[in-house]
């Protein structure tokens, strides 16, 4: 049985059949996917993966894709889903699927800053993220290396600091340094400076069962040295399906999120109402359900799959009938 295999009596997580895929399918209208380690690893498509996705296009299924990764814009995430053979909408007038945490925190700072005059976030981050904000009128300071400057804390505190900064934004930074820290430390100790951080993946899958820190680690960081909570954007913040829902006009009843983490994208699933389906190319394992599933922790029961699948490619026998 599949509830064995996941673990526990919890009717969820059931292996998703061919036969229980078709009558799911039936009843779909929209399916939001996770990218990293569901769609591809890396550069490297997860076998089959297209494969399945222009099936359900042929079916007639409303694509969405929700990404917690911030190093891309909007469009970039859409030019790779068309290279790795995901197809997608093509254009002058066609709109995005893609929602990403760039993206979507461009629209949070949008209305937070609503009415102020040249708002301006300091950005650890990508030129992905900052061209996002910058799309919205947020202008970015902070981007790239900054190395040390002096020989001490002193010298570190008397560095200038950019003015009227109204928010600290917190993406995935290859360059993050105890300079950058410091300086959005002393940003966030400015009267109504906004603290935003991306998601708080605390890693990022790649080829080969291999993977790096994720943007997580950097807001924790942060958090931290500034004893403050940033404002998250992505999974499972309900904020970026509501992004993804103003948008698409969901029916939570007939959608689907499908992903790779339990505790982003099947939680954020479950919080809004969603079938969820987890598959094993990504982070999470079924041992980590059934530990879920045991668990005394009320989150930690919220964050088990209705279905499973190997891949995603286990969908195509359903749609190939």
């Not at 995005?96 to 040249?118: I, K, M, N, W």
Request: aromatic share 6%.
């Amino acid at each position: 049985m599949a509830e064995a295999e996941a673990g526990g009596d919890d009717a969820r997580c059931v292996r998703l059949s061919a036969e229980r895929a078709q009558a799911l399918l039936a009843d779909v209208d929209t399916l939001l996917f996770d990218c990293d380690g569901v769609l591809w690893r890396g550069e490297v498509a997860v076998p089959g993966a297209p494969e399945a996705l222009t099936a359900l296009r042929a079916r007639g299924k409303r694509l969405g894709f929700i990404t917690n990764n911030s190093s891309k814009t909007r469009a970039a995430y859409a030019e790779k889903l068309r290279r790795l053979g995901f197809g997608g909408p093509t254009g002058p007038d066609a709109s995005p699927e893609v929602f990403g945490t760039a993206y979507c925190t461009a629209l949070y700072l949008r209305q937070r800053l609503a009415g102020a005059p040249s708002p301006k976030a300091y950005v650890l981050g990508s030129p992905a993220l900052a061209a996002e904000l910058e799309a919205v009128g947020v202008a970015s300071v902070g981007l790239g290396p900054e190395p040390l400057r002096g020989d001490g804390p002193g010298d570190w505190l008397a560095a200038p600091l950019e003015p009227d900064v109204r928010a600290v934004v917190v993406g995935f930074d290859p360059h993050f340094s105890y300079m950058k820290l410091t300086q959005a430390v002393r940003h966030l100790q400015q009267p109504g400076c906004l603290f935003v951080g991306t998601n708080m993946d605390n890693r990022l899958p790649l080829e080969n069962g291999r993977f790096i820190a994720g943007t997580g680690c950097l807001v924790r960081a942060v958090e931290m040295a500034a004893q403050r909570q940033a404002d998250i954007i992505g999974k499972p913040s309900r904020f970026i399906f509501d992004c993804v829902s103003q948008e698409y006009g969901i029916n939570p009843a007939r959608t689907v999120m499908v992903g790779d983490r339990l505790d982003t994208d099947i939680l954020l699933g479950v919080t809004c109402g969603l079938t969820t389906i987890l598959t094993l190319t990504g982070v999470s394992t079924l041992e980590d359900v059934k530990n879920n599933q045991e668990s005394d922790c009320i989150t930690k029961k919220q964050m088990v799959p209705d279905f499973y699948v190997d891949s995603i490619a286990d969908l195509l026998p359903a749609l190939q009938g």
